[in-house]
């Protein structure tokens, strides 16, 4: 079981390839209504999408994932330590969980010797993914082409996987696949 940081879930690319693999019983995702509630704000802060399709994006992800919501529970800020005071709650949540660890592109905010004493560790979404390839190259190809297809279908020009995944800062899993 993993907590998906806000940072990996506005991203669409990401996300997708990311929930696809969740779907596919490879990890278990877990993810609490602030977290939500920041993925909404960050999406329309970024510009990504508007709020009302962050909104849409953002039910179908719980109605895929009914499990995934888990409520947190009250917890005294003051116990926890993180570089970034505002990601107290993903701890608190993975902790609360029994996770594994975080998934986040912002490792600096969750650094592994202090997640280590919570026996928990943090990992990029480019980490996992191409672990996961290493047992299962043709599930994480297939779901990387599934998502190209997908993107192209709204472009004019289309993107080739490579640049497709480099667009998306998974760039091991960019030059495994490139």
């Not at 990996?8 to 490879?26: C, G, K, Q, Y």
């Not at 020009?157 to 760039?171: C, H, R, S, T, Y």
Request: some cysteine.
């Amino acid at each position: 079981m993993f907590v998906l940081d806000t940072c990996v879930l506005f991203p669409t690319v990401v996300r997708n390839i990311l929930l696809n693999l969740a779907f596919r019983d490879e990890y278990k995702a877990v993810w609490s209504e602030r977290i939500l509630d920041e993925w909404l704000c960050s999406s329309a802060k970024q510009g990504y999408i508007s709020q009302e399709s962050a909104k849409i994006e953002i039910m179908q992800v719980n109605l895929r994932f009914p499990t995934s919501m888990q409520t947190l529970k009250d917890f005294d800020a003051e116990e926890y330590w993180l570089p970034d005071c505002n990601d107290i709650h993903v701890l608190a949540l993975a902790i609360q969980t029994r996770s594994k660890g975080i998934i986040t592109f912002n490792k600096k905010d969750f650094p592994n010797k202090i997640l280590n004493y919570y026996n928990l560790y943090s990992i990029t979404p480019d980490q996992l993914i191409t672990s996961i390839y290493s047992n299962k190259p043709e599930l994480v190809v297939g779901i990387c082409n599934k998502e190209l297809e997908k993107i192209n279908g709204t472009l004019e020009e289309p993107l080739k996987l490579k640049g497709l995944l480099k667009k998306a800062q998974l760039p091991k899993l960019s030059k495994i696949l490139g």
